[in-house]
């Protein structure tokens, strides 16, 4: 660790931090080791792909539809309960998880880690927010975005370990203890967060909202497999557009609303929130496409591929504080912008590639677009949570959250239809292999282009990050005015 991670962490407000940071490497560990260990559990629960895939879309069912209505109750009743109880919760889901006698159990446990996921995504950047100021904050969402690298990283080796030698139960088990202890420092050493007396829970724009969220995420989830114009999908959408307008018109008359709407006349949070969810769109290119192309079309075997692949992670793990010191000292707009631009030439590269090509030139270009993904993650998150006020960082949280889930979503749907569209059109004129060369080519640079849209977006914001607060006529009527957060420990 550097000599400005160990000041960093060394303080009353860095052992808070660091409580936050083991949620989130948590979080990302067990998204690898567990997507590793499906095929294992397919046979060992003597069930299919079909029914194994809902241990995944579970977990993004719970995250994605909760974590806006946990980010309002970290609002109200403050941020550490909230974090405390997501821990509690991811924990209780990883030990039943462990334990689960058939898919049905294990699909539900699932849902309750990614409920947990979402208390702890949707308070963990607001405590970051409430614990440093705008000079300090780049660098601790730097190490933020350390610890879910890190997590990637550990993910394939320790995952690997523990299903080869202890059995696919364990990678539920290791989260027991090291959720226990981080819920312990949860207590001990996070600030309470500000409380706002005298105010109501939104209860229909929740659920309103939630079940919005999950008809989106069933129906882009679906579409690859039952067809865009299928029946299933049509519904999804239309239950998905129904709720949603249903959610933004009891959101416009409820005195106290899960989000307020007055928040996205500010641009840059706006902004932010749709760079976010382009550059997630563009990143499908590497969670989707990449693995088949280094499989595919550079023959490589599943470990040499995770060798190459492996480059992301690694490259942010060392891009991302940098990330963070830029924007404490020049802004949001400059570092992401450029990390944008980054990743956008990468994903170009990545068209270029051929069968002939070396993996080594792919490993680099991947460390390229892992460096870009590092510089744009702070900025842009910090950027986001600090144009929203002490009041409503929660909300802002978990739509950021939101966005970035909805953006992968969508990214690994239309990037996977581009591929196999355009290949299915080569391949009625050309070789095999050239029909897949093409359709890679054509499925990136489309991915590329949504890349540059992001950075344009990114670009547009304002060049330094200040402390905007929302305009007494378009703060919420009971929302009270900003308060000074008064953090554990010292600087």
């Given at each position: 660790?550097?000599?400005?991670?160990?000041?960093?962490?060394?303080?009353?407000?860095?052992?808070?931090?660091?409580?936050?940071?083991?949620?989130?490497?948590?979080?990302?560990?067990?998204?690898?080791?567990?997507?590793?260990?499906?095929?294992?559990?397919?046979?060992?629960?003597?069930?299919?792909?079909?029914?194994?895939?809902?241990?995944?879309?579970?977990?993004?069912?719970?995250?994605?539809?909760?974590?806006?209505?946990?980010?309002?109750?970290?609002?109200?009743?403050?941020?550490?309960?909230?974090?405390?109880?997501?821990?509690?919760?991811?924990?209780?889901?990883?030990?039943?998880?462990?334990?689960?006698?058939?898919?049905?159990?294990?699909?539900?446990?699932?849902?309750?880690?990614?409920?947990?996921?979402?208390?702890?995504?949707?308070?963990?950047?607001?405590?970051?927010?409430?614990?440093?100021?705008?000079?300090?904050?780049?660098?601790?969402?730097?190490?933020?975005?350390?610890?879910?690298?890190?997590?990637?990283?550990?993910?394939?080796?320790?995952?690997?370990?523990?299903?080869?030698?202890?059995?696919?139960?364990?990678?539920?088990?290791?989260?027991?203890?090291?959720?226990?202890?981080?819920?312990?420092?949860?207590?001990?050493?996070?600030?309470?967060?500000?409380?706002?007396?005298?105010?109501?829970?939104?209860?229909?724009?929740?659920?309103?909202?939630?079940?919005?969220?999950?008809?989106?995420?069933?129906?882009?989830?679906?579409?690859?497999?039952?067809?865009?114009?299928?029946?299933?999908?049509?519904?999804?959408?239309?239950?998905?557009?129904?709720?949603?307008?249903?959610?933004?018109?009891?959101?416009?008359?409820?005195?106290?609303?899960?989000?307020?709407?007055?928040?996205?006349?500010?641009?840059?949070?706006?902004?932010?929130?749709?760079?976010?969810?382009?550059?997630?769109?563009?990143?499908?290119?590497?969670?989707?496409?990449?693995?088949?192309?280094?499989?595919?079309?550079?023959?490589?075997?599943?470990?040499?591929a995770g060798l190459v692949m492996i480059a992301v992670p690694l490259t942010i793990l060392w891009v991302?504080?940098?990330?963070?010191?830029?924007?404490?000292?020049?802004?949001?707009?400059?570092?992401?912008?450029?990390?944008?631009?980054?990743?956008?030439?990468?994903?170009?590269?990545?068209?270029?590639?051929?069968?002939?090509?070396?993996?080594?030139?792919?490993?680099?270009?991947?460390?390229?677009?892992?460096?870009?993904?590092?510089?744009?993650?702070a900025p842009n998150n910090s950027a986001v949570l600090g144009a929203a006020p002490p009041e409503r960082?929660?909300?802002?949280?978990?739509?950021?959250?939101?966005?970035?889930?909805?953006?992968?979503?969508?990214?690994?749907?239309?990037?996977?239809?581009?591929?196999?569209?355009?290949?299915?059109?080569?391949?009625?004129?050309?070789?095999?292999?050239?029909?897949?060369?093409?359709?890679?080519?054509?499925?990136?640079?489309?991915?590329?282009?949504?890349?540059?849209?992001?950075?344009?977006?990114?670009?547009?914001?304002?060049?330094?990050?200040?402390?905007?607060?929302?305009?007494?006529?378009?703060?919420?009527?009971?929302?009270?005015?900003?308060?000074?957060?008064?953090?554990?420990?010292?600087?």
């Amino acid at each position: 660790m550097t000599r400005a991670g160990q000041t960093l962490l060394a303080t009353g407000r860095g052992r808070a931090l660091a409580v936050v940071l083991v949620g989130t490497f948590m979080g990302g560990l067990d998204t690898y080791v567990v997507n590793l260990a499906l095929p294992t559990v397919a046979g060992a629960l003597q069930t299919d792909i079909g029914a194994v895939q809902w241990v995944v879309l579970a977990y993004l069912l719970g995250i994605t539809g909760l974590v806006v209505t946990f980010g309002r109750a970290a609002d109200i009743y403050g941020t550490r309960p909230v974090f405390a109880a997501g821990l509690l919760t991811f924990t209780l889901g990883s030990a039943l998880g462990g334990v689960a006698p058939g898919i049905g159990w294990l699909v539900a446990a699932r849902g309750l880690q990614g409920l947990g996921a979402a208390m702890m995504t949707a308070a963990g950047q607001a405590i970051v927010v409430e614990l440093y100021p705008e000079g300090e904050r780049g660098r601790a969402f730097g190490w933020l975005h350390v610890a879910v690298s890190a997590g990637f990283t550990a993910g394939p080796t320790v995952g690997g370990y523990l299903i080869d030698q202890v059995g696919w139960r364990s990678v539920f088990f290791v989260n027991v203890p090291i959720g226990l202890l981080a819920a312990l420092g949860a207590v001990r050493f996070l600030p309470q967060g500000q409380r706002q007396k005298g105010q109501s829970f939104d209860l229909p724009g929740a659920a309103t909202l939630t079940v919005g969220l999950v008809a989106v995420l069933l129906g882009l989830s679906r579409a690859p497999k039952v067809g865009w114009g299928s029946a299933e999908f049509l519904v999804a959408l239309l239950v998905a557009g129904v709720l949603l307008g249903s959610f933004v018109v009891i959101e416009r008359r409820a005195a106290q609303p899960i989000v307020d709407l007055a928040l996205f006349r500010r641009w840059p949070f706006t902004a932010g929130l749709l760079a976010a969810c382009l550059t997630f769109v563009a990143m499908a290119s590497n969670m989707f496409l990449v693995p088949f192309l280094l499989q595919q079309l550079l023959a490589l075997p599943a470990t040499q591929a995770g060798l190459v692949m492996i480059a992301v992670p690694l490259t942010i793990l060392w891009v991302a504080p940098v990330g963070g010191r830029l924007v404490d000292r020049l802004g949001p707009r400059q570092p992401a912008t450029a990390g944008l631009a980054l990743v956008t030439v990468a994903i170009v590269l990545l068209a270029m590639v051929r069968a002939d090509t070396w993996p080594a030139w792919a490993a680099v270009v991947l460390a390229l677009y892992g460096a870009g993904a590092g510089l744009f993650q702070a900025p842009n998150n910090s950027a986001v949570l600090g144009a929203a006020p002490p009041e409503r960082r929660g909300v802002a949280s978990g739509t950021l959250a939101t966005m970035r889930q909805l953006g992968q979503v969508v990214g690994v749907a239309a990037a996977g239809a581009l591929w196999a569209g355009r290949r299915e059109a080569y391949s009625a004129r050309l070789p095999a292999e050239e029909a897949l060369e093409l359709g890679f080519r054509d499925a990136f640079l489309g991915l590329a282009l949504v890349g540059a849209v992001a950075a344009l977006l990114s670009w547009t914001r304002q060049p330094r990050a200040g402390r905007p607060t929302l305009r007494p006529s378009e703060a919420s009527p009971a929302a009270p005015g900003p308060k000074t957060p008064v953090p554990p420990g010292s600087a």
